[in-house]
Every structure is written in structure tokens, then in C-alpha cells.
Nanobody
Framework: QVQLVESGGGLVQAGGSLRLSCAAS????????MGWFRQAPGKDRDFVAG????????WYKGTVSGRFTVSRNNAKNTVDLQMNSLKPEDTAVYYC??????????????????WGRGTQVTVSS
């Protein structure tokens, strides 16, 4: 199994940007499909973005499409989430997730089997 550690969260004003990073340890990172999820207080964990083993294709939750960009560096075992034009409703704990096998374009948390501990993102209005 792969171990995941997120970083880069923080407090930002609406309209600002943050870049989250997820570092993976373990074997064969490029065998894993990666995803980003988020969870706001009192709400379910919600899909944000996914990226295939080679870096393409990528897919996004509709409300972040055009504002967020997911990318990966298989040589460095990292996956990043660039978040632009942030809104207060983007406030949540953001989680990195990994799986060896995923139905194409899935957005289900239950399809991912390795998770990081999360990083807090707070967007002030």
C-alpha cells in the first residue's frame, strides 16, 4: 500500500490561490490512480479531482472545473492540486487518495483505498 502525506493548506482570502501537494511513499507510485477529495464540517467527503497513472486524463467536480488543476510528477512521487479563484465554499479539509484500479472517471470515495490525513484549507470572504 502507498502512504500519502498532504501539505500546502492554509488561510487565504476569496479570489486567492493555494497549491496543495501530496507526497507518496511506497512502491510503484506510477501504478496508482490518484485523487483529491474534500470534506467540510458536517458534510460527506466529496470528490474534487482525479488523475490517471500517466498524468492524463484528468477529471474534476463540476464546481471546481476551470479553477483547479491536478498534476503529478511520477519521478518525484507527488501529486499536486493548484487551486485558483478560491471561494469561501471551497473551505474544507482536503485529502489525497490513491487506488490501483478505478472505473474510468469515477468520483466515488469508496473506489479509493489509500488516504492521507488531510490538510485544512480555509477561504475567508
Amino acid at each position: 500500500q502507498v502512504q500519502l502525506v498532504e501539505s500546502g493548506g492554509g488561510l487565504v482570502q476569496a479570489g486567492g490561490s493555494l497549491r496543495l501537494s501530496c507526497a507518496a511513499s511506497g512502491r510503484a507510485f506510477d501504478n496508482y490512480v490518484m485523487g483529491w477529495f474534500r470534506q467540510a464540517p458536517g458534510k460527506d467527503r466529496d470528490f474534487v479531482a482525479g488523475i490517471e497513472r500517466s498524468g492524463t486524463p484528468t477529471w474534476y467536480k463540476g464546481t471546481v472545473s476551470g479553477r483547479f488543476t491536478v498534476s503529478r510528477n511520477n519521478a518525484k512521487n507527488t501529486v499536486d492540486l493548484q487551486m485558483n479563484s478560491l471561494k469561501p465554499e471551497d473551505t474544507a479539509v482536503y485529502y489525497c487518495a490513491a487506488t490501483l484500479s478505478l472505473p474510468m472517471g469515477s468520483m466515488r470515495a469508496s473506489d479509493f483505498d489509500s488516504w492521507g490525513r488531510g490538510t485544512q484549507v480555509t477561504v475567508s470572504s
